[in-house]
């Protein structure tokens, strides 16, 4: 009696060591092996919609333009700089469709038109290039640098984010500046704005107060629903 009730006794005290042996997670916690492991999380548009509607965003912005800058800012944003800036290229250029954001404060700071490159396209911009003498726009993410006095005047630096899509404006030369081309006047009497050699170039009165509200390491997204870049972009 009593050696089979140790028996019993033994197997219940075995069952519990293994039911603890496999309920605990097959790495040590905290270790490399345990980060290389962990499945990667999508922020492919966590918080958005919420955030969308307390911006009252409706109406100014496309949902789905939102929601692709929105994906990158999250996995770009290293510095936790609040701003994130957002042309969206799939609107005419005699739309205005350059964005300024203040995401924390949850407020819209700038609506402005933005030119495209000349061999982008007219109206519209269709096409795209990262290479040098293309005089085509580029899409995707970039982080802003610092100024300079230029032939365009005040002007500000782009480090374009994404390899083989954006990754040659410095050597291009692409930067945000003012254009004389770039405004209402132009629109009325052409139906588009003028183009640029590849650069964002945004009307004279805007271009020193967003340049200076946006320099120092914020993030631009340049957005089209191209599928070219979708493919290539490692960040959407």
């Given amino acids: 009696m009593e050696k089979n009730f140790l028996n019993i006794t033994m197997r219940k005290v075995q069952f519990t060591i293994l039911l603890i042996v ?43 333009t939102f929601k692709a800058a929105y994906t990158g800012y999250i996995k770009l944003n290293i510095q936790n700089n609040p701003l ?36 982008s396209g007219g109206n519209y911009a269709t096409s795209f290039s990262n290479r040098n003498g293309s005089h085509q726009s580029s899409l995707g993410f970039y982080r802003t640098a610092g100024t300079y006095e230029g032939g365009n005047g005040y002007s500000l630096l782009l480090d374009g984010l994404e390899e083989g899509i954006n990754d040659q404006a410095r050597p291009r030369a ?17 139906g ?11 009307p004279r009165e805007l271009a020193k ?18 599928s070219d870049y979708l493919a290539m972009s490692e960040v959407l």
């Fill in 174 to 190: 692409i930067v945000i500046h003012g254009a004389d081309y770039c405004s209402e006047e132009v629109i009325r009497s052409s």
């Fill in 84 to 119: 994130l800036t957002v042309t969206d290229f799939n609107l005419p250029s005699s739309k205005k469709r350059m964005y300024v954001l203040n995401l924390v404060k949850k407020e819209v700071l700038f609506v402005s038109y933005v030119s495209h490159g000349r061999n």
């Fill in 209 to 226: 107060p967003i340049i200076n509200t946006i320099k120092g390491r914020s993030l631009l997204f340049i957005y089209a629903n191209q």
């Fill in 22 to 64: 496999f309920s605990a997670p097959t790495f040590p916690i905290g270790t490399k092996e345990s980060r290389k492991n962990i499945p990667k999380i999508d922020f492919s548009c966590s918080g958005c919609e919420l955030l969308y509607e307390q911006m009252k965003l409706e109406g100014l912005i496309q949902f789905n």
């Fill in 192 to 202: 588009r704005l003028g183009r640029s050699f590849g650069c964002p170039a945004l």
